[in-house]
């Protein structure tokens, strides 16, 4: 993958990621402490933040609005999705059966999907519809370059974990919950 400019708005998030793990490294060696390192995919679920911009966010944005999902692009970017259940299951297990040293990705291998299906997953969940509008700058500057961004989940399989969440489970389960027809445990109100 070719790294981004230091200049692109986007640059602080891979070199923040980089010399995390490398902190974490460094600590491990200096002082004798077992670290490993959890790297999330795209990790999505009803604690979204005010300020989030993720595409993702926007289109739950979108539908709790009950208004149409907006796509500012054509949606080919692939992606490893993963809700945040299946998330924290993850880190958990790393936590538990992690070798020290290594690092560990995060990524459901049944929820790879383009930007532009995981909002035909959302719309459909909600009942509404994708439209397209054209980006503006700040859509533009924000846009990553990165096409295909699957994470293989191989050694968190070695460890024994699995994903439970479906895209589609994932998707009705942040939605009810945001609706309030669902606590955080996913029991009916």
């Known amino acids: 993958m070719q790294d981004m400019l230091i200049s692109?708005?986007?640059s602080c998030y891979p070199t923040s990621k980089?010399?995390?793990e490398n902190l974490c490294a460094s600590y491990s060696k200096q002082y004798g402490m077992e670290?490993?390192?959890v790297r999330p995919c795209h990790t999505y679920g009803p604690g979204i933040t005010p300020t989030d911009n993720r595409a993702n966010v926007q289109f739950i944005r979108n539908v709790l609005d009950n208004e149409d999902i907006v796509m500012k692009s054509a949606g080919t970017q692939m992606r490893s999705y993963n809700y945040i259940g299946d998330c924290a299951s993850a880190i958990i297990t790393v936590l538990i059966n992690g070798k020290c040293?290594?690092?560990?990705?995060?990524?459901?291998p049944d929820v790879r999907l383009t930007i532009a299906q995981l909002a035909e997953i959302i719309a459909s969940a909600a009942n509404r519809k994708v439209v397209f509008a054209d980006p503006d700058a700040v859509d533009l500057a924000y846009r990553t370059p990165i096409a295909k961004q699957v994470l293989s989940s191989k050694k968190l399989e070695n460890?024994?974990?699995s994903g439970v969440f479906s895209a589609e489970i994932g998707v009705k389960h942040t939605l009810d919950i945001l609706l309030g027809k669902k606590d955080f445990r996913g029991l009916t109100l």
């Not at 690092?103 to 459901?108: H, I, L």
Request: zero cysteines; proline letters at 5%.
């Open 35 to 37: 670290t490993v390192v």
């Open 101 to 108: 040293g290594e690092a560990y990705n995060t990524a459901n």
């Open 159 to 161: 460890l024994g974990w």
């Open 8 to 10: 692109s708005p986007r």
């Open 18 to 20: 980089r010399a995390a």
